[in-house]
Nanobody
């Protein structure tokens, strides 16, 4: 079993910053990609940012230049620094990891979600 635990959500004013963190624990053999998704009521879950074990990074167009994803492979953690936050960034943010087990079969794990609210 692998678990993802997120932290760092909360209420922030427009233009402010927040940092989300996610740590993976459990029976981990190998983690390929870690990332952050977000979801608002009535909408599907969308990719915010992802980073592979090799360091390749992808961002949603809506967050480029404002959000920065980083990863510590040794600690199985991924962080999302969010700057210049806008009300439209309000959502539940989910940590995601794509892993390989000892048989090199891929599987995916999700965190429980953390709420980010951008409001004055």
């Amino acid at each position: 079993q692998v678990q993802l635990v997120e932290s760092g959500g909360g209420l922030v004013q427009p233009g402010g910053s927040l940092r989300l963190s996610c740590v993976a624990s459990g029976r981990i053999f190998s983690i390929d990609t870690m990332g952050w998704y977000r979801q608002t009521p009535g909408k599907g879950r969308e990719l915010v940012a992802s980073i592979t074990s090799g360091g390749r990074i992808d961002y949603a167009d809506s967050v480029k230049g404002r959000f920065t994803i980083s990863r510590d492979n040794a600690k199985n953690t991924v962080n999302l620094q969010m700057n210049s936050l806008k009300p439209e960034d309000t959502a539940v943010y989910y940590c995601n990891a794509r892993l390989f087990n000892a048989n090199y079969r891929a599987f995916e794990v999700w965190g429980q979600g953390t709420l980010v609210t951008v409001s004055s």
